[in-house]
């Protein structure tokens, strides 16, 4: 046999003996299934959340679940955040979506579409976690063992007055720094802790060595990170817009106030707002409009930046790759007497409100819907919690479960001033609705341009500001109007059945009335705003 010969059947050869060893493989895999017991239930669960350590929590979790339930099989589906949304609709569309399904929206047509394909499952918040018997949450109704009382943008939706999800977790932003780097640029490991201190540092960073970046930057932390240091830096002015005495403004008080004159793009605080965007941004890198956060996260792991603004969802894959120590800083902010940017924050401040992540709804199309609440009563107890919290590294949700000394540095401090909630309260960067994120998105590169700065960037934005406001207020009542219409048929409706649904009725009719009031007051000021 020539040489060719012979490699060519070798090659057949290995190929077929391991076509055969699959083949068994496969065979004794289902003869077991066939064989052992097979689970009555199979719950589907489906995320995106691809971070390290991730998947491997979620199995883990699993697996103590259904140690505890033979009968019940879980199962999890992993999906790229890129195709999410997409693979979410095909299977809404095809009937095969799973059980439980994390999603997460500030999309107002997403919102209003969530109790079309998820169901409400309010009748279980209001009772116990079955699973916290024997500690401190038991008795407790399954939404008061939350941190923030399940109640959040994407666990509670207020315009039907019902609960859609549980979140599983909770984050916090944070500025992640080098600590070795640090430590060689300044001697210290310890960050500054203000604004005009931390613009110092950059100088210190680029002095240090030739494109070392103060700031790893991309498009994503600008979107979340300006909108944080604006609302705690003008917190002071922002209450001004507190006009029914709530100690919060939404988005609503204080655009509505724009359209009534009591301020404008060049009123002193915004222009204040806008000179924090401008030295926040010029600490970034370069072009950071245009670049992805996984670039900023490379860049920031290669050692090519000190520092990377995130959120703590971020940290185990930072943790699992990085060679260097890393740390972490609250955002810093103006201090009182800062001539350029300070003035207008309430000291001490706050984080915000509590609130709870990685929201799971309960499919409309679940065949077992019974068993899919019971593992997310398992998942959010206070054992499972720690748990899940403990293989994942992203901190709780569940009161008294016991952050990780490792993720001491993340906890949320509250002790302090709560103005906004970050998701729902007036951001500059995203107006009051998606014209508004438009208009003052696509064109920040004339803040950042060399030639363009904050008036420049103002002139702009005052050619359409009080149009875009006007379209997004008319926009934003209308689907309003239109939730609270659909409402009123479904507490009518409640009124003709048990008594259990008419005490449920009479609750919510209260806050139907009040968001109608608003509603009125609302459009009599767009009324007005409009020639």
Same mark, same amino acid.
């Not at 309960?362 to 398992?378: C, G």
């Not at 363009?452 to 689907?479: C, N, P, Q, S, W």
């Not at 048990?498 to 806050?511: F, H, I, K, L, V």
């Given at each position: 046999?020539?040489?060719?010969?012979?490699?060519?059947?070798?090659?057949?050869?290995?190929?077929?003996?391991?076509?055969?060893?699959?083949?068994?493989?496969?065979?004794?895999?289902?003869?077991?299934?066939?064989?052992?017991?097979?689970?009555?239930?199979?719950?589907?669960?489906?995320?995106?959340?691809?971070?390290?350590?991730?998947?491997?929590?979620?199995?883990?979790?699993?697996?103590?679940?259904?140690?505890?339930?033979?009968?019940?099989?879980?199962?999890?589906?992993?999906?790229?955040?890129?195709?999410?949304?997409?693979?979410?609709?095909?299977?809404?569309?095809?009937?095969?979506?799973?059980?439980?399904?994390?999603?997460?929206?500030?999309?107002?047509?997403?919102?209003?579409?969530?109790?079309?394909?998820? @169901?409400?499952?309010?009748?279980? %918040?209001?009772?116990?976690?079955?699973?916290?018997?024997?500690?401190?949450?038991?008795?407790?109704?399954?939404?008061?063992?939350? !941190?923030?009382?399940?109640?959040?943008? #994407?666990?509670?939706?207020?315009?039907?007055?019902?609960?859609?999800?549980?979140?599983?977790? @909770?984050?916090? %932003?944070?500025?992640?720094?080098?600590?070795?780097?640090?430590?060689?640029?300044?001697?210290?490991?310890?960050?500054?802790?203000?604004?005009?201190?931390?613009?110092?540092?950059?100088?210190?960073?680029?002095?240090?060595?030739?494109?070392?970046?103060?700031?790893?930057?991309?498009?994503?932390?600008?979107?979340?990170? %300006?909108?944080?240091?604006?609302?705690?830096?003008?917190?002071?002015?922002? !209450? #001004?817009?507190?006009?029914?005495?709530?100690?919060? *403004?939404?988005?609503?008080?204080?655009?509505?106030?724009?359209?009534?004159?009591?301020?404008?793009?060049?009123?002193?605080?915004?222009?204040?707002?806008?000179?924090?965007?401008?030295?926040?941004?010029?600490?970034?890198?370069?072009?950071?409009? &245009?670049?992805?956060?996984?670039?900023?996260?490379?860049?920031?792991?290669?050692?090519?930046?000190?520092?990377?603004?995130?959120?703590?969802?971020?940290?185990?894959?930072?943790?699992?790759?990085?060679? =260097?120590?890393?740390?972490?800083?609250?955002?810093?902010?103006?201090?009182?007497?800062?001539?350029?940017?300070?003035?207008?924050?309430?000291?001490?401040?706050?984080?915000?409100?509590?609130?709870?992540?990685?929201?799971?709804?309960?499919?409309?199309?679940?065949?077992?819907?019974?068993?899919?609440?019971? =593992?997310?009563?398992?998942?959010?107890?206070?054992?499972?919690?720690?748990? =899940?919290?403990?293989?994942?590294?992203? %901190?709780?949700?569940?009161?008294?479960?016991?952050?990780?000394?490792?993720?001491?540095?993340?906890?949320?401090?509250?002790?302090?001033?709560?103005?906004?909630?970050? &998701?729902?309260?007036?951001?500059?960067?995203?107006?009051?609705?998606?014209?508004?994120?438009?208009?003052?998105?696509?064109?920040?590169?004339?803040?950042?341009?060399?030639?363009?700065?904050?008036?420049?960037?103002?002139?702009?934005?005052?050619?359409?500001?009080?149009?875009? *406001?006007?379209?997004?207020?008319?926009?934003?009542?209308?689907?309003?109007?239109?939730?609270?219409?659909?409402?009123?048929?479904? !507490?009518?409706?409640?009124?003709?059945?048990?008594?259990?649904?008419?005490?449920?009725?009479?609750?919510?009719? #209260?806050?139907?009335?009040?968001?109608?009031?608003?509603?009125?007051?609302?459009?009599?000021?767009?009324?007005?705003?409009?020639?």
């Amino acid at each position: 046999m020539n040489p060719q010969r012979r490699t060519l059947f070798i090659a057949l050869s290995l190929l077929a003996i391991g076509y055969l060893a699959s083949l068994g493989y496969i065979i004794r895999q289902r003869r077991a299934a066939t064989q052992g017991p097979r689970p009555a239930v199979v719950i589907r669960f489906a995320h995106w959340q691809l971070e390290s350590g991730m998947r491997e929590a979620f199995d883990l979790t699993a697996r103590r679940y259904m140690a505890l339930h033979p009968e019940v099989r879980v199962e999890q589906y992993a999906i790229p955040g890129r195709v999410y949304r997409q693979w979410l609709s095909t299977q809404i569309a095809a009937g095969t979506v799973p059980d439980l399904v994390c999603f997460n929206s500030t999309d107002q047509t997403d919102v209003n579409q969530l109790p079309r394909n998820f @169901s409400s499952i309010t009748r279980w %918040m209001n009772e116990p976690n079955p699973y916290n018997a024997g500690t401190r949450l038991a008795g407790v109704p399954w939404r008061l063992t939350f !941190l923030d009382g399940g109640r959040n943008r #994407t666990t509670y939706l207020d315009q039907y007055r019902n609960y859609y999800a549980v979140g599983l977790a @909770s984050h916090s %932003m944070r500025i992640f720094y080098n600590r070795d780097l640090l430590r060689a640029i300044t001697g210290s490991d310890e960050p500054p802790h203000d604004f005009r201190a931390w613009l110092e540092l950059g100088k210190k960073v680029r002095a240090y060595r030739p494109g070392l970046v103060h700031v790893a930057g991309a498009h994503e932390n600008t979107i979340w990170v %300006m909108p944080t240091l604006i609302n705690q830096s003008l917190a002071r002015w922002i !209450l #001004t817009g507190d006009h029914e005495q709530r100690f919060a *403004v939404s988005a609503l008080d204080f655009f509505c106030d724009m359209l009534e004159g009591r301020w404008n793009l060049r009123t002193p605080p915004m222009q204040a707002a806008l000179r924090i965007m401008q030295a926040f941004g010029g600490e970034m890198t370069p072009g950071f409009l &245009q670049l992805d956060r996984d670039s900023a996260m490379r860049a920031f792991m290669r050692g090519e930046a000190l520092s990377l603004p995130n959120g703590t969802w971020d940290y185990p894959t930072m943790r699992a790759t990085a060679k =260097f120590r890393i740390g972490a800083l609250r955002l810093p902010l103006p201090t009182p007497d800062d001539p350029d940017y300070g003035g207008y924050a309430l000291l001490p401040v706050s984080d915000g409100g509590i609130g709870t992540a990685m929201p799971f709804y309960l499919s409309r199309q679940s065949q077992h819907p019974e068993a899919a609440i019971d =593992f997310l009563h398992y998942v959010t107890s206070v054992d499972g919690n720690r748990l =899940f919290s403990q293989a994942s590294h992203w %901190m709780p949700s569940i009161i008294g479960v016991e952050i990780d000394p490792e993720l001491q540095p993340f906890r949320q401090n509250n002790h302090g001033y709560v103005v906004t909630d970050v &998701q729902n309260g007036p951001q500059l960067l995203n107006g009051l609705g998606a014209d508004g994120t438009q208009l003052f998105e696509s064109n920040l590169h004339i803040l950042y341009s060399p030639d363009g700065g904050v008036e420049a960037y103002t002139r702009v934005l005052e050619r359409d500001f009080r149009a875009t *406001v006007i379209r997004d207020l008319a926009k934003t009542l209308h689907i309003q109007r239109e939730n609270l219409r659909q409402r009123d048929t479904a !507490l009518a409706a409640l009124q003709f059945l048990g008594p259990a649904e008419q005490a449920e009725s009479n609750r919510q009719q #209260t806050s139907q009335h009040l968001n109608e009031i608003h509603l009125y007051l609302a459009e009599g000021k767009l009324a007005a705003a409009q020639p």
